[in-house]
Each structure stands twice: as structure tokens, then as C-alpha cells.
């Protein structure tokens, strides 16, 4: 069933055979070499903080989150009955709710009495340029506008690290950052 190779032919087998061994032997050296010749920090990648918010909103509230400061979000909720704007902010070294800011926003964006508002809100994030007290704006910005009338606005807080870091709740009102109109054509009903 085999036949025999011709003596050359078997040569030629055996000689390709020993060069891919060869070429095989020296891939393996010269990765070797490149390893041990290579900084031992290797290849890295810059470190990248992802900052995730969400919000959502049903018939009567909306909620959205957002970073206080570095250790810190806050969850903003509004209540469509009433207009209030509320901030609560969770210690992360006591688990407890360590700020509680609120504010009402019926009269920053025009919602007619008697008319049921359409809000939507969203959070971003701001570097504001910060002093060297106690007292700094979070990081955080709430962005709410009323879909009726086009009227938007911006609202913040001043946040105190060292009261968080005491674990001493704290409290305040929302700021009124800035208001616009992102409508400029009156709906009729």
C-alpha cells in the first residue's frame, strides 16, 4: 500500500521538515528575547471613570441621578402634582441620607395655573470653578424644562464634603443656576 519514496524525495522531506523546526526554534527565541527586553509595565491603557446617570419619568414624577462629588450621587425627583424638586443625596460611609435639597420650579418655568405641566429633566455634569471653603457646588446640574411652554432651567447645589465626611446630614434649597425657552412658537389649544 506505500510505496517507497525515492531517496531524494525523502531528503527533501526530511530537510523542509528540519527548516520549519529551525524557523519555529527562532520565533520562539526572538519572542523570548522581546519579552525579557520589554519594560515591565507592558502595554497599558489610560484609566477610564465612567459617570453614568439615568433618569426616567412616569404620569406624576420623574427621577433622575447624578454625581455630587467624587464619592457621592444624588437622586432627583419631581413631582409633577406639585412642582417640587427634591435632591437626595445617600453617605457612602454611613448608608444614610446625608442631604436633602428641594425647590420648587412652577414659577422659574411659566406653568399656567390650572394646566397640567409636561416636565422632562435630565442631570450633567459641571465643573464649576470652587473657592477654598467648606461649601461647593456639586458637580451636578439638574436640567428641567415644561414641554408646554418651552421654559427650561437649571438648577444646583452647594455641597459640604466635611459634614459628609463627618457623617452630619445636611440640607438647603436648590439654586436657580439659569432659566431659557427653547420654544419660541405659542401652541394653541
Same mark, same amino acid.
Given at each position: 500500500m506505500?510505496?517507497r519514496?525515492?531517496?531524494?524525495?525523502?531528503?527533501?522531506?526530511?530537510?523542509?521538515?528540519?527548516?520549519?523546526?529551525?524557523?519555529?526554534?527562532?520565533?520562539?527565541?526572538?519572542?523570548?528575547?522581546?519579552?525579557?527586553?520589554?519594560?515591565a509595565? $507592558?502595554? /497599558?491603557? @489610560?484609566?477610564?471613570?465612567?459617570?453614568?446617570? =439615568?433618569?426616567?419619568?412616569?404620569?406624576?414624577? +420623574?427621577?433622575?441621578?447624578?454625581?455630587?462629588?467624587?464619592?457621592?450621587?444624588g437622586?432627583?425627583?419631581?413631582?409633577?402634582?406639585?412642582?417640587?424638586?427634591?435632591?437626595?443625596?445617600?453617605?457612602?460611609?454611613?448608608?444614610?441620607w446625608?442631604?436633602?435639597?428641594?425647590?420648587?420650579?412652577?414659577?422659574?418655568?411659566?406653568?399656567?395655573?390650572?394646566?397640567?405641566?409636561?416636565?422632562?429633566?435630565?442631570?450633567?455634569?459641571?465643573?464649576f470653578?470652587?473657592?477654598? $471653603?467648606? /461649601?461647593? @457646588?456639586?458637580?451636578?446640574?439638574?436640567?428641567? =424644562?415644561d414641554?408646554?411652554?418651552?421654559?427650561? +432651567?437649571?438648577?444646583?447645589?452647594?455641597?459640604?464634603?466635611?459634614?459628609?465626611?463627618?457623617?452630619r446630614?445636611?440640607?438647603?434649597?436648590?439654586?436657580?443656576?439659569?432659566t431659557?425657552?427653547?420654544?419660541?412658537?405659542?401652541?394653541?389649544?
Amino acid at each position: 500500500m506505500f510505496r517507497r519514496l525515492p531517496k531524494r524525495s525523502l531528503l527533501m522531506l526530511l530537510a523542509g521538515l528540519a527548516m520549519g523546526l529551525l524557523v519555529g526554534v527562532g520565533m520562539m527565541l526572538g519572542t523570548l528575547v522581546a519579552v525579557k527586553q520589554a519594560p515591565a509595565t $507592558g502595554l /497599558q491603557f @489610560p484609566e477610564t471613570l465612567l459617570h453614568a446617570s =439615568a433618569s426616567h419619568s412616569g404620569k406624576s414624577m +420623574a427621577m433622575a441621578t447624578g454625581y455630587v462629588d467624587e464619592e457621592a450621587e444624588g437622586v432627583y425627583i419631581l413631582d409633577y402634582l406639585t412642582g417640587d424638586l427634591q435632591c437626595w443625596v445617600l453617605n457612602p460611609r454611613t448608608f444614610q441620607w446625608g442631604g436633602v435639597y428641594k425647590y420648587n420650579v412652577i414659577n422659574d418655568l411659566g406653568v399656567q395655573q390650572g394646566k397640567e405641566p409636561s416636565y422632562v429633566m435630565v442631570t450633567g455634569q459641571m465643573q464649576f470653578r470652587r473657592g477654598g $471653603g467648606a /461649601q461647593m @457646588p456639586a458637580v451636578c446640574v439638574v436640567y428641567v =424644562a415644561d414641554a408646554n411652554t418651552g421654559n427650561f +432651567a437649571a438648577y444646583g447645589m452647594l455641597w459640604d464634603r466635611t459634614m459628609a465626611a463627618g457623617g452630619r446630614p445636611q440640607q438647603g434649597s436648590l439654586n436657580l443656576l439659569g432659566t431659557g425657552k427653547a420654544r419660541t412658537l405659542e401652541i394653541r389649544e
